[in-house]
């Protein structure tokens, strides 16, 4: 009788315990950044455009230009999902990079980052637009 070969597993001992595989915690990360990056690919280059064509205009046009509906709502929608899309990027290197107790502290002080960058950005447009 010939013995077959095992086969090789790719699962942490404790993964097959849980029933997870290698791919159930990563594919959400995977989403966020396919779908932030297609969302922020018109909005870059409206926001490109829109930067250029204003080009030499006084402070107050571009205030009112930051102030009109249309224009705050697609740049807040630019400052969120890019700071969504930059945390998210990070985060993902981070856990590549970074290892020990130092990947948890780094990947938490990124976030805290891009969250109160984002929002200090979202209110200041707020406040122009408001």
């Known amino acids: 009788m010939s013995e077959q070969p095992t086969a090789v597993r790719l699962q942490s001992p404790l993964a097959r315990v849980r029933g997870l595989g290698s791919a159930k915690g990563g594919t959400h990360h995977w989403w966020v950044q396919r779908v932030t990056s297609m969302a922020l690919l018109p909005l870059t280059i409206w926001f490109v455009l829109s930067v250029a064509g204003h ?3 006084s402070h107050d046009e ?3 230009w930051i102030g009109r509906p ?3 709502v697609l740049l807040l929608s630019f400052v969120v999902i890019s700071f969504q899309h930059a945390g998210a990027g990070m985060q993902v290197v981070l856990e590549d990079y970074v290892r020990g107790e130092a990947r948890i502290f780094s990947i938490l002080v990124v976030k805290g980052l891009c969250w109160i960058l984002g929002l200090a950005a979202a209110l200041a447009v707020l406040r122009i637009a408001i």
């Open 62 to 64: 571009i205030l009112a």
């Open 55 to 57: 080009t030499g205009a």
């Open 70 to 72: 249309f224009n705050a």
